[in-house]
């Protein structure tokens, strides 16, 4: 079956950096997406991986590990609007464009 | 930057009763999505919409539900006789389908939250 686990609540503070793991098993893998949804409103994009490594954007940066079938959001100098949920998302195949979500992790940014 | 517009924001229905839900994708997009979230859940894909028909449906997409382009800009879900468990926040999506990482990512929008009675 298709799984993508990640932690379901983390908390942190203003100006801190934070870690948010996603690890997936999936019949195959063809790219792993990082949304950031605040509570009612839609998925924003974040970054995307494909390849192994780090994808830096800002902020955000955005790791991956084909091999070990595991990916994290790094968020640096976190600020009070990074308070969201993070969901992790990955496209099983090639000729597919259905994304597969985890539950998503809900970040809580303290002052 | 250009968005992806869904309407209405908030819809309730009765149960038996059909709805239509409106999306206005990116303009130079081409492919087309339909996503739900029951409350408390995660995003669940329901169907992929390339070149006016249905690319990739999941098992949730059953005969209850249609998707249309009726015109060169609005995408449409319907649900035909609604039911309890419809109930949810539906999402629309889109994206432009080239080689090239960046521009297979999914850009969604607002939502539609349907709530069934």
């Known amino acids: 079956g298709q799984n993508i686990d990640q932690p379901t609540e983390m908390t942190a503070t203003e100006g801190a950096i934070v870690q948010i793991n996603c690890t997936y098993q999936?019949?195959?893998?063809?790219?792993l997406f990082w949304y950031q949804q605040h509570a009612g409103e839609a998925p924003t994009f974040l970054s995307y991986?494909?390849?192994?490594g780090l994808e830096e954007k800002g902020r955000f940066s955005s790791f991956l590990s084909r091999s070990k079938g595991y990916s994290y959001l790094l968020l640096k100098e976190l600020q009070m609007k990074d308070s969201a949920s993070y969901l992790c998302?990955?496209?099983?195949?090639?000729?597919?464009?259905?994304?597969?979500f985890g539950t998503g992790t809900r970040l809580q940014v303290f002052p | 930057e250009p968005e992806v517009t869904q309407t209405p924001s908030h819809q309730v229905t009765q149960m038996g009763q059909e709805v239509i839900l409106r999306c206005v994708p990116i303009?130079?997009?081409?492919?087309f999505y339909w996503y739900r979230q029951i409350l408390g859940q995660k995003v669940e894909f329901l169907v992929s919409f390339y070149n006016n028909e249905i690319s990739e449906k999941s098992e949730i997409f059953d005969d209850q539900f249609s998707v249309e382009r009726p015109d060169g800009s609005n995408f449409t879900l319907k649900i035909r006789s609604t039911k309890l468990e419809d109930s949810a926040m539906y999402f629309c999506a889109s994206s432009v389908r080239v080689s090239g990482l960046k521009k297979e990512t999914q850009y969604f929008g607002p939502g539609t939250r349907l709530l069934v009675l």
């Open positions: 998302a990955v496209r099983d195949r090639r000729n597919t464009d259905k994304l597969i």
């Open positions: 303009s130079n997009h081409l492919y």
């Open positions: 991986n494909v390849l192994d």
């Open positions: 999936t019949s195959g893998f063809n790219g």
